[in-house]
């Protein structure tokens, strides 16, 4: 039986991807050739690509405002380097809302000055910074739009005349944003929107080309833009299964839709931390993430019990993160509301029998 998966990445995609997927593997688009073996220079694989990268400036409500989308490998990770190789010449502001922040702001260190407009780095992260002077000059900043790890979530940007970067990975496609505001946006695919194995970029063009450092060309954004993403052989069946993701979400009503069932998702959830004597959120509550909620028993002795109730649920990939410790839920657009209410169930019945 199919699990409530609340795992925070790789997570839960739409069950019908699934299905897709799989028989793609087997049978690309009827073409008696599966699609790990074509080449990703055929036309059925060059259709992938160019369905994909309008999917997303169509989903995003870019389409020709100057944005390029890139498919990319070398995880988020690998964009905390190429964000500051390319974009990176004298200073840039980094706000540091957790782990993830932190590691791209050393990434940037490697290329210039880097200032830590704010952090909530005394608090064990458990909110978002707020009412911090944005220095001027800077060649960009960089925020972080959902904190995977410690469940909080930006619910509004900093206006800056600095190019505003943006690691979207834990929230892209799960809200509607002006994303006009943004010059760079770059997401993992494995949180919201496919498997493993790539990471979309999506770039305003016009902010390339200013630094007056040598890139080389794996790591030079203009590069992958010149070659429609197919300098190296892309990963073809991360992009082929995001896209399965971006049409699924086109479907079922676009980013809105998605916002208005992850608004009730994180409602249901959010009350029964709020409302169960037995457990507590972990952070600021004006500041709560509508994809990754955290929370822990108040008595820890109830630990054992209440996971073999989850697991006797059907419910996986509960367990927090090591520098949080409790209960993490990850909630993507995929999980139903009704895994919502399943676990919601078994923390109630814990409330019953405790
Ligand atoms: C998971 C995650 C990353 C790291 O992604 P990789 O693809 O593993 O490099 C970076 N930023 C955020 C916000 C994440 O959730």
């Given amino acids: 039986m199919k699990k409530h998966n609340f795992s925070a990445g790789p997570c839960i995609l739409p069950q019908d991807v699934f299905k897709e997927a799989s028989q793609a593997i087997l049978d690309f688009n009827d073409s008696g050739l599966s699609i790990l073996e074509i080449s990703h220079r055929s036309k059925d694989f060059v259709d992938v690509m160019e369905e994909s990268r ?24 690998l964009q905390f380097l190429m964000v500051a190789y390319n974009l990176l010449e004298k200073k840039a502001g980094y706000l540091n809302t957790g782990t993830w922040s932190d590691k791209a702001i050393k990434e940037a260190k490697h290329f210039g000055e880097v200032i830590e407009v704010a952090s909530s780095k005394e608090k064990n992260f458990n909110y978002i910074p707020k009412g911090y002077t944005i220095p001027e000059q800077l060649d960009y900043l960089h925020c972080t739009s959902n904190n995977t790890i410690f469940g909080t979530q930006m619910k509004t940007f900093p206006v800056t005349d600095a190019p505003l970067i943006c690691d979207m990975s834990s929230d892209i496609f799960s809200r509607t944003l002006d994303f006009t505001k943004f010059d ?30 040598h890139i080389p060309s794996m790591l030079d954004y203009q590069t992958h833009i010149g070659k429609a993403s197919m300098f190296n052989t892309p990963p073809v069946f991360a992009v082929y299964t995001s896209m399965l993701t971006l049409r699924w979400i086109k479907e079922n009503g676009g980013v809105a839709a998605m916002e208005e069932q992850n608004e009730k998702k994180a409602k249901l959830l959010y009350s029964e931390i709020d409302l169960n004597p037995l457990f507590k959120g972990f952070s600021a509550t004006e500041d709560r993430s509508n994809m990754n909620a955290t929370f822990s028993l108040i008595e820890e002795d109830l630990k054992e019990t209440f996971d073999a109730m989850w697991k006797d649920a059907g419910i996986n990939g509960l367990n927090g993160h090591r520098s949080v410790g409790g209960y993490r839920a990850s909630m993507y657009n995929a999980l139903s509301l009704n895994s919502v209410a399943a676990l919601v169930d078994v923390m109630s019945d814990l409330e019953r029998k405790a």
């Fill in 54 to 77: 309008n999917l997303v400036l169509e989903l995003l409500n870019l389409e020709g405002k100057g944005y390029k989308v890139l498919f990319l490998q070398g995880g988020a990770s």
């Fill in 184 to 213: 760079l946006i770059y997401a993992g695919a494995q949180k919201n929107m496919g498997p493993a194995g790539t990471t979309m970029v999506v770039v305003k063009e016009d902010i390339l080309g200013k630094v007056s450092r």
